[in-house]
């Protein structure tokens, strides 16, 4: 870590050691002192609501997918591959839209690495879907009924041997290697490096090792280009990565929607097993890209608890309480995760604004759930924020947007705590939509 | 005897009423009588799907012992199912997407109220919805979608249909994920259904509406 004392630091003074250090990012070059005041202010803004103090403004943000590429007129598979091309269209995209929160470049993702592999989890352009279509999830049982034992066992190995071979076409021998885990003693370790030897492993381990370069290239290429555009305009990169509910890395993930659900049936007791194995993995995963990248907020998206998704009872059995865990983990190393609620929550928001989780320490984004009765339970406890719905942006007019964001402040925003965001991600858009939310957040959103 | 596998379904006992139906039809038991029991049942589930003591696990097991039965049953049917049925509905998720969820239970609590359903599956482009409402002759014609991006296929779907000279002839209704009732207007349909129980509420109003 940069502080040296780090270990003997409190998660409050942690908490504040990443944002001081967000506020003034090593290596930043800022255009101009005004850009330098105008992004430290960004800051300040995302502080502020995190900590529940009312900042100057409610600050801007909307979930960033393909919109911004389609909005400078490039095709997906253009913003896939060329990333000259990519480059141009996010900084034309944010210094036309200037969110308080960067659009990053990197939502596209290294298509690269993945065609390396042979990535069988996602169709995306030039495997699978037209140029336009934005990459589609592959559900499939990339874990198997019963496999719960050798992931409870070791999900590393299990990775390794079961399901990475699955997923990538190219890593399939990886089949044949033995489990890492027997590389002890002397009369062991020969036979556990054998299958290394074997010409299809050999030749599956040059294929990740040209991927990885695929993948640094384009990190370098988006590292580049955010930091041109966070150089230029100020804005703030607000995440630094992700992490999972440990019981959607099984739904979406390892089992799939459907499945999962029989599972609930017919062996409960290995998915709440598997999501406690899975915890310290979650927690690891966000304190991990926050301490990467030098940037304390990390995004948590949520899938399988929603509305409907389960009972009340089963929400906190099955999926809360391993969330609950991965939350207050992160949130003991100073790091905020920010949860993206997605679909409706309306009936767990006693259960999520649990007063074990620290106040003022949490970030979380809806999707359709009723902002004002997460206001009554939220107020004074967490920031949250999301909410605007992207059928509007996508069909309605800026007259239209500009009355529900108005409304939305109006009714949740005046003690601050608030981030002003769309409730789901925004792959289509009117453009004078768009900028009619972010316009009237900027104007209205200003707090006395 | 019949209320055995009525409460095996109801309960989410799945093996016990696979080994249930299994043992009927070994005893040479009437398959109609076992198909009607199924029904009685996912009457119960879709009930207490309504009123909020069951969700999507249950509805998706019961999808599930509902196929896996039909399955065993079926061989043994003589001629097929004498039942009467209610209004046809054609219902698909559009082109561009592949979430089912939404959509299959839709269909479900559909047939579970004793509508006539053709599912067409996923990501189904324009030409099969006409080509399917022209065979077919539904009164309703049900489209899911949850992608934002998908609003323009929904609206070339209506269109086509349009085109294709059948709009008068049926009821369209859209709903899941993203679509609301501002999604309605944008793509021209008759109404937005937000859950299935809207769109049986939907399906149960338009059926007696047409006269083609
Ligand atoms: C499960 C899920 C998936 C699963 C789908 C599995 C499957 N077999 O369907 C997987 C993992 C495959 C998936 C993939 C993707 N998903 Co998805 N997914 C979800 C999630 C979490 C839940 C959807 C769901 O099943 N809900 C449960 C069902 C029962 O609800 P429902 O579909 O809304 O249906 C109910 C009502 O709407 C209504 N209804 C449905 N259809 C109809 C039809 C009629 C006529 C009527 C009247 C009513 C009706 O009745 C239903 C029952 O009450 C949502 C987020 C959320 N929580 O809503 C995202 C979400 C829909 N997905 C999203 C995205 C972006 C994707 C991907 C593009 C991700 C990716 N990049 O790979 C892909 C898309 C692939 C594609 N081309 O379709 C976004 C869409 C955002 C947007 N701007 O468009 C969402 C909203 C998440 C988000 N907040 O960003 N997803």
Redesign the interface.
């Known amino acids: 870590m940069w502080l040296e004392n780090w270990d003997e630091l409190s998660p409050a003074e942690k908490f504040n050691a990443r944002f001081d250090d967000w506020t003034s990012p090593p290596g930043a070059q800022f255009a101009s002192p005004a850009i330098a005041r105008a992004y430290t202010e960004r800051v300040r803004l995302f502080r502020d609501a995190i900590q529940l103090n009312k900042p100057t403004r409610v600050p801007l943000h909307f979930f960033s997918g393909f919109y911004a590429i389609r909005y400078a007129g490039l095709t997906v598979e253009e913003a896939m591959y060329d990333y000259e091309k990519l480059g141009a269209a996010m900084k034309q995209f944010n210094a036309d839209f200037m969110p308080d929160a960067l659009a990053s470049a990197m939502t596209a993702g290294p298509a690269k690495a993945f065609e390396l592999l042979d990535l069988k989890l996602y169709r995306w352009p030039r495997h699978g879907v037209p140029p336009t ?2 990459f ?1 999830y592959v559900e499939a049982e990339y874990m198997r009924a019963d496999e719960y034992d050798l992931l409870l066992a070791d999900p590393t190995n299990y990775f390794l041997r079961y399901y990475l071979p699955r997923i990538f076409g190219n890593l399939a021998p990886w089949q044949k290697l033995a489990a890492l885990t027997d590389l002890t003693e002397w009369p062991l370790m020969g036979s556990a490096l054998v299958a290394l030897g074997n010409p299809e492993v050999q030749a599956a381990f040059e294929k990740l090792l040209a991927a990885g370069c695929a993948a640094l290239e384009w990190m370098k290429a988006c590292g580049a280009i955010n930091s041109a555009i966070v150089n230029a305009l100020g804005l703030v990169p607000l995440t630094s990565g992700f992490s999972k509910a440990p019981f959607d890395t099984l739904g979406d993930t390892l089992r799939g ?2 499945p999962i ?2 599972d ?2 017919h062996q409960p007791q290995k998915i709440i097993a598997a999501c406690e194995r899975l915890t310290p993995l979650a927690v690891e995963m966000a304190v991990r890209a926050a301490n990467g990248a030098r940037k304390p907020i990390v995004l948590i998206p949520l899938h399988k608890g929603a509305d ?4 009340e009872k ?1 929400f906190k059995t099955f999926y809360w309480t391993s969330l609950k865990q991965t939350i207050l983990g992160i949130v003991a190393e100073g790091v905020v995760p920010m949860m993206f609620v997605e679909g409706g929550y309306n009936s767990r928001l006693d259960i999520i604004a649990d007063p074990d989780i620290p106040k003022g320490t949490t970030l979380w984004m809806f999707d359709k759930t009723d902002l004002k009765a997460v206001k009554k339970r939220f107020g004074g406890w967490a920031c949250f924020g999301g909410n605007v ?8 007019t800026p007259k ?1 947007v500009e009355e529900y964001v108005r409304r939305l402040i109006d009714e949740v925003a005046p003690d601050g705590g608030f981030i002003l965001s769309t409730g ?1 991600v ?4 009117r453009p004078e939509n768009l900028r009619a939310m972010i316009e009237t957040g900027r104007a209205y959103g200003v707090y006395q | 005897m019949t209320d055995e596998l009525v409460a095996a379904i109801v309960e989410m006992r799945d093996g016990d009423a696979l080994a249930l139906t299994k043992q009927r039809l070994d005893d040479d038991a009437n398959p109609l009588t076992i198909l009607d029991e199924c029904r009685a049942a996912m009457e119960i589930v879709g009930k207490r799907f309504e009123v909020g003591e069951y969700f999507l696990p249950e509805l998706i097991l019961a999808g599930e012992m509902m196929k896996q039965i039909a399955a065993q049953v079926k061989p043994r049917l003589q001629s097929p199912s004498a039942a009467q049925k209610r209004a046809k509905v054609i219902i698909g998720t559009v082109q561009g997407d592949i979430h089912d969820i939404g959509k299959d239970i839709v269909a479900l609590m559909l047939d579970i109220n004793g509508f006539e359903v053709h599912d067409l599956g996923v990501d189904v482009p324009p030409e099969k919805f006409v080509e399917q409402i022209a065979i077919l002759q539904p009164q309703v014609v049900a489209l899911s979608g949850l992608l934002t991006i998908i609003f323009d296929s929904m609206k070339e779907t209506i269109a086509a249909i349009q085109a294709a000279g059948l709009r008068e002839r049926v009821k369209i209704m859209i709903g899941g994920g993203t679509v609301d009732e501002q999604v309605r207007g944008y793509v021209g349909a008759d109404a937005y259904g937000k859950d299935a129980i809207a769109a049986v509420a939907l399906a149960k109003a338009w059926e007696h509406d047409h006269v083609a």
């Open positions: 279509a934005p589609q929607t459907r659900m029989v609930k049936f409907g998704f389960m009972s089963d719905p992207v059928s509007l942006l996508a069909t309605g239209q789901a925004v792959d289509d858009a």
